[in-house]
């Protein structure tokens, strides 16, 4: 290394001026590597038992009893360093550790979607056709069509009995299991096929989903597949046709996380987006002691379909617990929540080299560059999204700097070309500041998705951070 005296005025001053541009996974400590590497283990386990919102939640119970946390009693006063949940309908759920102030001041809050892409089955699915039964699904958030075919799915959810029982389903994720696909042409006879455009090549109805081949066996009746399937699933779960009705039955994809590359830097997965902010938000609160403020996670569920619905961010739930909270506080409200402050703890676009065209270089995250703070989402003249402060930006990467978090700044691809939103807009219009912050993914909403180990290790840094830092 050159001694300061050697270097020239401008790179002295390139060096004081400049963004860093080494700050990366080149400038960590080997330990705090092997603390990333560790983290995700524990990650990877979570993605391969929660891979819907259901599970997801479940999931999050499971951690949180076993770090003390208890159901929370709506009008009860808590104190300093108890610890709570509260879950919306099986599919949301708000966590808190109560902070030496309570809540009279605002809390901090981190708030992730735990639900994904998917294909879920239509209210009436099954059919037989030439002698083939099939799922007709109707597909869950933005999907590119073409990826979820002719490849391993498999069948998660819950149906719901008239008699008010409830049976779970998981099918598929086991070797010993049967999994499901959906057929796909061969390119033999693909010609018309592959001259569409993408958009048309392949159509939500063309996503019909093989359950079976074999008939019943009695040679007067039709539909026998059909019947067949019925019957195994009637000696399995006690359901009959009808049942599909009230049911939430989800495709995913079956294979479970791996790790990704020789270095082994890297998570293949179904569903990071959003399970990759949700279980570092989780966890960052899970290890909060005694927090100044009241901490609170939030982990939600139909943020890819725009946050609607009675589960989603747009629902009252989480402001009823603020206020309940609140009012057991005996403080205003309103004040509570106008004096929180929120990460919204979500994914953005990784950098792709391969499609270099749809970025802007300046303004993209990157694979192991740590966090990513996305100061709004949105699309064209930033439509649809939640622009942060400058002031509420400048607090945030202060406390990321002082801890040092490795952050990178990003927005969601080049100007017009397309976009996109989170739950923040949903956050701020609860009068708080609120921000994007979450980690970087590449092939974002296929069936694998890519993040590096750093990057989620540093989201659990930054939300736990966050969660413990004294404003100034
Ligand atoms: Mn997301
Ligand atoms: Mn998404």
């Avoid at 000696?235 to 020789?262: C, N, Q, W």
Wanted: with cysteine; net charge negative.
């Amino acid at each position: 290394m050159a001694k300061k005296q050697d270097k020239s005025e401008a790179a002295l001053l390139k060096e004081k001026l400049f963004r860093d541009p080494k700050k990366g996974v080149g400038r960590l400590s080997d330990k705090e590597i092997s603390a990333a590497d560790k983290f995700c283990q524990k990650y990877m386990k979570f993605l391969d038992e929660a891979k819907t919102e259901r599970e997801a939640v479940k999931a999050a119970v499971e951690i949180a009893e076993k770090a003390g946390f208890t159901e929370y009693i709506p009008g009860k006063l808590y104190n300093p360093g108890d610890r709570v949940y509260a879950i919306n309908r099986k599919k949301n759920i708000a966590l808190a550790v109560i902070g030496k102030e309570g809540c009279k001041n605002g809390v901090r809050l981190a708030i992730a979607h735990v639900d994904s892409p998917r294909l879920d089955l239509k209210p009436n699915p099954l059919y037989e056709a030439n002698d083939l039964a099939m799922f007709k699904t109707h597909y869950y958030g933005g999907i590119k069509k073409y990826q979820w075919t002719a490849i391993p799915l498999a069948l998660h959810g819950v149906i719901a009995l008239k008699s008010g029982k409830v049976v779970e389903v998981k099918i598929g994720e086991k070797s010993s299991e049967p999994c499901f696909c959906v057929t796909d042409l061969l390119p033999h006879l693909a010609q018309e096929q592959v001259k569409k455009p993408g958009s048309q090549m392949f159509t939500g109805e063309d996503l019909n989903v093989l359950v079976g081949s074999r008939p019943f066996k009695d040679d007067s009746e039709s539909e026998l597949v059909k019947l067949n399937i019925l019957n195994l699933l009637y000696e399995e779960y006690g359901i009959t046709e009808d049942d599909f009705l009230s049911a939430e039955l989800e495709l995913v994809p079956a294979h479970k996380a791996r790790d990704m590359g020789f270095d082994r830097s890297m998570i293949g997965a179904y569903g990071h987006d959003d399970r990759v902010c949700a279980y570092p938000a989780l966890v960052a609160a899970v290890d909060c002691d005694v927090p100044e403020k009241t901490v609170v996670t939030v982990l939600v569920d139909k943020e890819e379909i725009g946050s609607e619905g009675n589960t989603g961010m747009q629902s009252d739930f989480m402001r009823f617990f603020l206020l309940d909270m609140a009012k057991a506080e005996g403080a205003d409200g309103n004040m509570v929540l106008s004096h929180s402050s929120c990460l919204s703890a979500d994914v953005n676009a990784a950098f792709d080299p391969t499609y270099a065209s749809a970025y802007e270089a300046n303004n993209s995250s990157y694979i192991n560059k740590g966090v990513v703070i996305t100061k709004y989402t949105g699309h064209g003249g930033k439509y649809d999204t939640s622009d942060a402060t400058a002031e509420y930006m400048a607090q945030i990467r202060a406390i990321l700097d002082e801890n040092k978090v490795l952050w990178q700044s990003g927005e969601l691809g080049k100007v017009d070309g397309g976009g996109g939103g989170t739950i923040a807009k949903y956050v701020a219009n609860l009068n708080m500041d609120v921000v994007d912050l979450g980690v970087p993914v590449l092939s974002m909403h296929a069936p694998l998705e890519v993040v590096s180990k750093i990057d989620v290790y540093m989201a659990y840094r930054a939300f736990f951070t966050f969660f413990n830092t004294k404003e100034k």
